[in-house]
Structures are given as structure tokens and as C-alpha cells.
């Protein structure tokens, strides 16, 4: 008889959220715990760290890796790619990946460590808040100052191109020149609706704008909510 042994092979899959969509896990993005993983037929779920590891494995085999996709979430496909997965084998290895249809196959060879990363974007989410500085009772003439507040929860994707459109009531004349903002700013003045371009906002971060004006002669005695 003849018996020959051979070393296992393991697989380290990381789940990122990848915040930029390029399909490749930059060292500003964060990893994803609590993802399902699917290695064949073997289901994992990533850990705090957003990893998992398929250990035992028998080299020079193909294995089929997956995920479940979980709501709100969308996969990660470069352009001119097909799937949101890519790995990385050793130096030496004789081994390689490969894309078959949507699907990523995966081949670790004897002995060998391959880590795997899986990338996923999720939808955007903005929040917006809009207060004024004049909540007790004003008259003709005095100023009110309105403050934005633009944010991007940390667990919502970025948010590029942003653009705010914005109103104040009928009768309070915006004050030229009285806008700020920490980020962006006014590119309609408001003549018409005012509209803000705050370019890119990363989860996790806010924008605050202000700006002020003036209640006209025409305004009559009422509430007027913050629109």
C-alpha cells in the first residue's frame, strides 16, 4: 500500500463595506461581522472582526464562494467585472481564482493560506434637520437665522453629488451673503428655492448650513414651520 499525505488548505474570507465602490477593500473601509458566507455548502458567519475562516480544506479542489445578501445591501461589481469577490494567494502559490459566470471559484493548493474579501455597499441614506433661531413670537423686521443640518448615518453608504434644495416661508426675504457652511455651499441663491452643493459626505459625518433672513411687511401674524 502507499500512503501519501498532504497538507490542508484554509480559506479566510473578510466582508468590507466597500464605501467607494471600486471592489477592492482600502484601508479606510470598515468590515462587515454578522454576513453569511458560503463556501460550497459550508455556511460561516463573519465575526466581530468580519472574518471567517473555512478550515480542513482538501487542496487543489474547487470551491464555490458566495454570500447571503442582505437587504439594503447591494453587491460591490467593479465595472467590467462580474462578481464582488477577489483573493489573494500566496507568493508561491501554483494556484489561482477564477470567475465562472457570476460565479467566484476558488482553489487553494496544499498547505496554502487564501484570503478572500467580498465587498458590499449599502443604500444612502441622509438625514436632514432644519431649526431657526427665533422660536418665540417675532415681528416685521427681525431676522431669523435657519440652520441644516445634512448627515449621513454610520451605517448608510457615502453620499456623493449632494445637492440641498431649500425654502423659507413666504415673507421672510433671505439676507444676501449671510449663508454658511461647513462644507460645499450655496450655488442657487434664494431668489427662487435655494439650492446647496455639498459634494461628497462620508457616513458617520455632517454638514451644517445657515443662513438668515428678513420677515417683509407683507407677513401676516401665524405660525410658520420650518419647510
Given amino acids: 500500500?502507499?500512503?501519501?499525505?498532504?497538507?490542508?488548505?484554509?480559506?479566510?474570507?473578510?466582508?468590507?463595506?466597500?464605501?467607494?465602490?471600486?471592489?477592492?477593500?482600502?484601508?479606510?473601509?470598515?468590515?462587515?461581522?454578522?454576513?453569511?458566507i458560503v463556501l460550497d455548502q459550508t455556511h460561516q458567519t463573519t465575526g466581530s472582526e468580519g472574518t471567517t475562516i473555512f478550515n480542513n480544506l482538501i487542496p487543489n479542489q474547487e470551491y464555490k464562494l458566495d454570500e447571503i445578501l442582505q437587504v439594503n445591501w447591494h453587491r460591490s461589481i467593479a465595472p467590467k467585472e462580474r462578481t464582488n469577490i477577489y483573493c489573494v494567494y500566496p507568493p508561491?502559490?501554483?494556484?489561482?481564482?477564477y470567475v465562472n459566470g457570476?460565479?467566484?471559484?476558488?482553489e487553494p493548493g496544499p498547505g496554502e493560506i487564501v484570503?478572500?474579501?467580498v465587498g458590499n455597499f449599502r443604500d444612502v441614506v441622509l438625514n436632514l434637520t432644519k431649526t431657526n433661531n427665533r422660536p418665540a413670537p417675532t415681528t416685521v423686521g427681525d431676522i431669523v437665522t435657519y440652520t441644516l443640518v445634512v448627515s449621513v448615518p454610520a451605517d448608510s453608504g457615502v453620499s456623493y453629488n449632494?445637492?440641498?434644495?431649500?425654502?423659507?416661508?413666504?415673507?421672510?426675504?433671505?439676507?444676501?451673503?449671510?449663508?454658511?457652511?461647513?462644507q460645499g455651499g450655496l450655488t442657487q441663491a434664494y431668489g427662487s428655492p435655494g439650492q446647496w452643493s455639498l459634494g461628497t459626505i462620508l457616513p458617520g459625518?455632517?454638514?451644517t448650513l445657515?443662513?438668515?433672513?428678513l420677515i417683509t411687511s407683507g407677513v401676516n401674524a401665524g405660525t410658520y414651520p420650518d419647510i
Fill in 162 to 182: 449632494t445637492l440641498v434644495t431649500d425654502l423659507p416661508p413666504e415673507g421672510f426675504e433671505y439676507v444676501v451673503g449671510s449663508e454658511t457652511a461647513t
Fill in 210 to 213: 445657515t443662513y438668515r433672513t
Fill in 92 to 97: 508561491q502559490s501554483e494556484s489561482e481564482g
Fill in 205 to 207: 459625518h455632517s454638514v
Fill in 1 to 36: 500500500c502507499t500512503f501519501i499525505n498532504t497538507q490542508c488548505a484554509t480559506v479566510i474570507v473578510t466582508k468590507y463595506n466597500d464605501l467607494n465602490r471600486n471592489n477592492v477593500q482600502d484601508t479606510h473601509e470598515p468590515t462587515l461581522p454578522g454576513w453569511d
Fill in 115 to 117: 484570503h478572500c474579501y
Fill in 102 to 106: 457570476t460565479d467566484y471559484i476558488v
